[in-house]
């Protein structure tokens, strides 16, 4: 079974504090990304990392900064967490068998005061 | 700009009842369409959709894509108080990674 694991469920942070959120996984998927998810928006895209080192920006990047450094872990960084980055956090991995399944963590829901 | 709307976005039954989820979509090179559903955390994958007119199927649950008129629907019989939930409808366009999602429908089923 495909194991995507966040750091935190829940997390609290005040206004400009550097905030890391950290997603593994063990199934040495190439492909890992990061999500947000609010109320009648869906999910969006944030950033994914298709390789070690390599990323490309999603749909609303602005305010976040991705890291890869091993495959396994794809960090999400929020260099000033503002109230407007409140939200779930979700991170995925994919796997290009016989479909094109995305495998979700928990979710890690962040409130910024 | 890609687009995927799913409607309702909320609907609420009773226990037996027969629901139909839809989801339209605007995507340049599509590749397919994509159905999950959220409980209480992670998206779990139901379906992937790729031709016209082909139905799949999982126990109550069925979809169907049409590609002319660019929308998916996904029903589910005879529902089960667990299948309240959130549900997800994404597209991907070819030769992409990533995923476009609408904004989920709110499925709650009464007893």
């Known amino acids: 079974d495909v194991k995507v694991t966040q750091s935190s469920r829940y997390l609290v942070k005040r206004t400009g504090e550097k905030v890391f959120l950290e997603c593994v996984q063990d199934m040495d998927h190439e492909n890992m990304f990061w999500y947000r998810q609010d109320p009648g928006l869906g999910l969006r895209l944030i950033y994914f990392s298709y390789d070690v080192k390599m990323k490309e920006k999603g749909d609303i990047p602005e305010g976040y900064s991705v890291s890869r450094e091993k495959k396994e872990r794809f960090s999400l960084i929020l260099e000033s967490a503002s109230t407007n980055q409140t939200s779930m956090y979700l991170c995925a991995t994919l796997y290009q068998g016989a479909g094109y399944e995305q495998y979700f963590g928990p979710g890690t829901r962040l409130t910024v005061t | 700009e890609d687009k995927v709307v799913q409607s309702p976005l909320s609907l609420v039954v009773h226990e037996g009842d027969t629901v139909t989820l839809n989801c339209s979509y605007e995507?340049?090179?599509?590749?397919?369409l994509l159905w999950y559903k959220q409980e209480k955390k992670a998206p779990t994958f139901l379906f992937m959709l790729t031709s016209s007119g082909i139905e799949k199927k999982s126990g109550r649950l069925s979809s169907i894509l049409d590609k002319k008129e660019l929308f998916s629907i996904l029903n589910i019989t005879a529902t089960q108080t667990g299948d309240s939930a959130v549900y997800l409808c994404a597209v991907k366009r070819q030769g992409a990674q990533k995923l476009v999602f609408g904004q989920g429908t709110r499925l709650t089923i009464n007893p």
């Open positions: 995507v340049t090179n599509f590749r397919s």
